[in-house]
Structures are given as C-alpha cells and as structure tokens.
C-alpha cells in the first residue's frame, strides 16, 4: 500500500448504524401519517426533490409547513441528511464543551440536533443548549417529537428551543457553535426569486461594503458567534455550493477565522469550482444507509449509489470547540485531503485529485499501489518531491505516495455487511 489515510467521513460506527435502522420506526411513531397519507408519500418525494434541485424556483415557501412535503421531507430528505452529517460529526470527531449553546439556521425538524446526538455519544450527557430557528412551526415540531422519542424518556441534559423566526429578521441569539445545513441553497434561490421580481423570502438584503451574499452573511454571523465561537456550514455537495463556501472560505480568513476543515491549509482554495474547475465536496457511497431507506429508495424510483457534501468549518481564535487535529508532518512534509473518485490515467495508472497548501495534488498510482483506497475525505501525509512532475491537464503537483501514519488509528467499526 502506498497511500494511507484517515477519514473525515467514514462508515457509520455500529451504534450510528443501529440508530439510522431504527430511525425509520422511530418516525412511524413520532410523526405518523394517516394510511390516506401514506400512499402519496412517493409522489411527494419525487416532487420535493424536484423542488430542492432542478426546480428551485418553483419550490413552495412554505414547503416545509405542507403536510405532503413536509412528510416526503421527514421520510426521504432527513435521514439522508441523518446519514451524511452523522458521518460528517463522527468523522471530525466534533467535540463540544458542556455550557455551550448551539444556535441552527434554518433547522427544519432539527437534523442537526438528531444527528450530533446519534454521532457524538460522548456529549449526551453534556449540558448543551440547543436553539432551533426556521420559519416552518410544523418542521419544528416534528423535530421535537422526533428528539423527544430518540433520548426517550430518561430526561436529556441538552435543553431544547425552538424560534419560529425568519433568517435575518430579529434578534439574533448568540452562538457557541453556529450552524447552517442544507440552508444556504434556499437563501441563494430566494435571492434569485427577488431579483425576477417576486416576493422575497426574508434572507439579509443589507450589503453595507459590497461584496454579495457571503459578506452580508458573514457581517450578521460575526455579530451572533461568540468570540472563541465556531461557524459550521453544510451543503449539498454541488458547485454552486462548493463555490459559495470556496468565497465565504476566503472573506472569514480575511477576517482572522480559521478554516478548520476540511481545508488541510490556510493558503488560496484550489477548488474553488471557478470557470468550471473542480469545487470542493466529497462523494461516498450509500451502502451503508438503512435497509428502509434503500427500500423507499427504489419504491420512489430515486435509486442511489453515491452521495455527497460540502462543508466548511470555521472558528475563532482559541476556540474549546475542537476536532480531530490536522495530521502531523515533518519538515518536507504536507497533507492531502483527496477531493475526488478515482479515475483512469495513462500506462494503466489510476488516479484522484486532493487538496493541498500546494494547490491541487494528483495521487497516482497503478492498481495494487493503494491509489484505489484512500476515498474523498481521507487526510494523508505526503512528502513533497524534490523534483516536481505536473499534471498536464490539471497542473496538479503529483504524487505516488503517502507517508505511513505513526500512530495509527483505525476506522470506527464497521458493524453490519
Ligand atoms: C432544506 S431544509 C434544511 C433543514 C435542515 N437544516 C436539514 O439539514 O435537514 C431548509 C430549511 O430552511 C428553512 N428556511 C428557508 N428559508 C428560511 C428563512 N428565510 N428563514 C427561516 N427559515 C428558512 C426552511 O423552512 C427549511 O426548514
């Protein structure tokens, strides 16, 4: 093996794995459906994705307060959700010291309070405050029921709000941790939707020095992040997502935030999905998802074999909000952080893209090298060569190998299949 690394995303450990299996009951009990319902739930789905992806502009408002698509929301688009950002939690081994308060954006039935409580054991008998904002009371509410039916009823320190607000309007609580999931796409279409001329949807319209949305966004969630606070954004893992983070990246450094992940570096983004170039995000597969999912997945014809995010984390100085650290290099040393699947290259050589603070890597290899295993999301420590080789199409610095971890730590168990 040439190339080893350490995952930001890996498999569900058992227990997220057993948590997901559930999850599927756990609705059934926490937010039924009358049987007259539950026949329409397929269509729904199929007509939510269209409005969360090709027909944004056409998508309902108040999608998440209308029983049909709130339902294909609940059954379809949360665990998913649960599926990723459980994966996303666990592997950066996010960790939040008791007294903090969680502040969400746009939390919808609350996947992110879901998700850290099945990812992060560790932090469930933390004292944590957690404030739920989203302009849809019927979403919150199934993310109380839903939460209330996940901790049972042994009483959870976390202590739970929610604020029907609209983003951007009010006071703004403030954050330990901030939190932005699947939020910012809605913002960016309601952006549009003004701009035709149509009623907008509350999002910041203030751009006091210029420089869009990602700086408007920034100035209100600097006021609302405490000073050692952290800013967590999440994603679909498409371009204009990766594009959107690649620029708030770059003005919250500007401004003394760190790029704590995934960016292996503090230098330029180079993903910054620009002139159609590569974007930062990370595809993974779905084999370890539900069983009752895989099955609702092929029911409403939406089969998937891969999924993906973006994301970005920032925080301020001195922050007690941690994850798992950056490896650690030696003088001539970096970090990669693969970007990219495998793909074919001359002389039967396989390759993937990675992020690096030299810009764009390419990890190549021949098959039987290890090229086929580290996956989008591994960190690997490289050494840089003496001589440098580019890669033609790309101008990727290239590498053959990575440096063997010095303590390794395994990946969390792998459970069942
Ligand atoms: C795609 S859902 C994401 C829900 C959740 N964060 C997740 O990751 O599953 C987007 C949520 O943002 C809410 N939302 C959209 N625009 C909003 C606004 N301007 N103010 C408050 N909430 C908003 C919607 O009601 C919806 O619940």
């Known amino acids: 093996m040439s190339f080893f690394g350490s995952s930001l995303l890996p498999p569900p450990t058992r227990e997220l794995d057993s948590l997901l299996e559930a999850f599927g009951g756990l609705l059934d009990k926490s937010c039924p459906v009358r049987p007259k319902h539950r026949a329409a739930i397929p269509a729904g789905v199929r007509q939510l994705s269209a409005y969360l992806t090709t027909d944004r502009d056409e998508m309902p408002r108040d999608y998440m307060s209308r029983p049909d ?27 939040i010291p008791a007294g903090s308060r969680i502040v969400d954006l746009g939390a919808g039935p609350m996947t992110f309070l879901l998700s850290l409580w099945m ?9 944590l405050e957690y404030i739920a904002l989203d302009r849809a009371e019927p ?13 049972g009823p042994e009483k959870s320190p976390w202590t739970v709000r929610t604020e029907r607000a609209m983003a951007g309007h009010g006071r703004l609580p403030r954050a330990d941790l901030l939190v932005a999931a699947n ?23 203030e751009d006091p020095g210029g420089g869009g949305l990602e700086r408007v966004l920034l100035n209100r969630w600097e006021k609302q992040v405490t000073a ?24 919250a450094i500007d401004r003394g935030w760190t790029a704590a992940a995934p960016c292996p570096h503090a230098a330029d983004c180079p993903l910054p999905g620009t002139s159609g170039g590569a974007w930062c995000h990370f595809t993974f597969a779905t084999d370890r998802a539900p069983r009752w999912l895989e099955y609702l997945a092929r029911k409403v014809r939406l089969p998937k074999e891969r999924t993906s995010l973006a994301f970005l984390l920032l925080t301020r100085p001195k922050s007690p909000i941690k994850i798992r650290p950056t490896p650690v290099t030696k003088p001539g040393e970096g970090v990669a952080l693969v970007v990219s699947e495998p793909f074919d290259l001359p002389d039967q050589k396989r390759g993937r893209y990675g992020c690096s603070e030299k810009g764009m890597v390419l990890l ?3 098959p039987g090298d290890g090229v086929e295993g580290p996956h989008p999301g591994e960190r690997l420590v490289v050494r840089w060569p003496d001589q440098e080789r580019r890669d033609l199409k790309s101008g990727a610095l290239i590498l053959s190998r990575s440096v063997p971890p010095t303590n390794p730590s395994g990946p969390p168990s792998r459970g069942r299949k």
């Open 69 to 95: 698509l709130l339902n294909a929301y609940l059954r379809w688009f949360l665990p998913w959700n649960l599926y990723r950002q459980g994966r996303l939690l666990q592997g950066l081994d996010l960790d």
């Open 119 to 127: 990812s992060r054991p560790h932090l469930r008998e933390r004292a």
């Open 139 to 151: 979403a919150l509410q199934a993310g109380r029921n839903l939460f209330s039916g996940l901790t």
């Open 183 to 205: 939020f910012l796409n809605e913002l960016e279409s309601s952006v549009r939707t003004r701009r035709r001329g149509l009623p907008e949807s509350g999002e910041p319209d």
């Open 228 to 251: 050692t606070g952290a800013l967590l954004l999440i994603e679909p893992g498409t371009r204009p997502a990766g594009r959107q983070l690649s620029r708030i990246r770059e003005a």
């Open 364 to 366: 190549e290899g021949k």
